[in-house]
């Protein structure tokens, strides 16, 4: 079986989506099925054409060229999509997310009449239910089928568009767990937060929650890991906030140490404003690490409230404090939601059922 996987960013970008695409791939290739990655340039010197394990993955300018508004440009891109597809001839067509580069692919669906399959990896935002004439709406309408990556993501498309009902279903992110067993919770409380620094993750407030943990905690420890375009701003609120000497951030963590700075961690917080599936949420449930994070997306369906973490409302520094505050008061609870988390998280979101869905989505799909 041949896919195009259509991913709006693949590695060596990190977020939920571009390793959610990278790890089923390379989990579907074992069992026949072969892919061509078709991706965007964005802010990182990559060759047009590459091979990663085994899988060939074509880099175009999308970006530029919808942001430049270069009419020649983008009918030139246009072009070289409508060929990769004919030159390909996939047996089914997998959008991994919704972006701006799917503009090429619904401009080129005369070039191959293959099946097309949908993941949606993000909340559906007010803005896409205003009518048909949203990217989402065009997405979702054109395509066979439609998978959401947790119940409240299909529950959004569902009553955004109608139409879709008797052709989605929902799929979760599922995640291998690590080599690395769970340890204890560690003596000295350590706050960790971890994902892409963007506005959408909220870690400005837990900012804003750590410097009130820590005028009751001062011993307490607190890191912020990951990347993005927030970044010198969060740095900037911690100074502002007097706890640059507080407050570690160490940068992108490379996948094979997310386990080993888990389990150095206390609690993890996720004060996301939007979310899907997030990874770095079922990444700390396996760890057994109580996670403290705000309802959103697919976070309640990870995070059960009260049992394996608490969840807290959006924006809310004060309700984040407290809530952190109260498990490192009570390690004994702590550990004890840690454990339950870890259980939900090998029970209900297991990778192999995830692969194992998509497989025969993919075999019905294409038959």
Known sequence: MRVLLWSELYRPYIGGAEIFAAQLAGALRPRGVEFLVVTSHHDR??????????????????????????????????????????????????????????????????????????????????????????????????????????EAVLDQVRGAHPSVLGRSSRIYNGFEPPPVAPTPLPERAHVVCLGRLVPAKGFDIALRAFARVAARRPAARFTIAGDGAARDDLRALAAELGLAERVAFPGWIEPND????????????????????????????????????????????????????????????????????????????????????????LRDLDWGQTVSNYHELYRALAD
Do not use: Y
Request: contains cysteine.
């Open 258 to 345: 997310v386990p080993r700075l888990l389990n150095q961690a206390s609690i993890v917080v996720m004060p996301s404003r939007r979310e899907g599936m997030p990874v770095v949420g079922v990444q700390a449930a396996l760890m057994a690490r109580p996670i403290v994070a705000t309802p959103v997306g697919g976070l309640p369906e990870i995070v059960r409230d009260g049992e394996s973490g608490i969840l807290v409302a959006v924006e809310d520094a004060g309700a984040l404090t407290e809530a952190i505050l109260g498990l490192l008061d009570d390690r004994t609870a702590a550990t004890a939601m840690g454990a339950r988390g870890r259980r939900h998280a």
């Open 45 to 150: 010197d990559l060759p047009d054409r590459d091979v990663e394990e085994g899988m060939t993955v074509r880099r175009l300018t999308f970006r530029a060229a919808i942001g430049g508004r270069d009419v020649k440009r983008f009918a030139g891109i246009t072009r070289e999509v409508a060929a990769i597809k004919r030159d390909f001839a996939p047996d089914l067509i997998h959008v991994n997310a919704v972006g701006p580069s799917l503009m090429f692919h619904l401009r080129t669906t005369e070039a191959c009449r293959a099946p097309v399959l949908v993941t949606l990896q993000q909340e559906v935002l007010a803005s896409q239910r205003a009518g048909s004439g949203t990217l989402l709406a065009h997405t979702v309408e054109s395509a066979d089928w439609v998978v959401g990556c947790s």
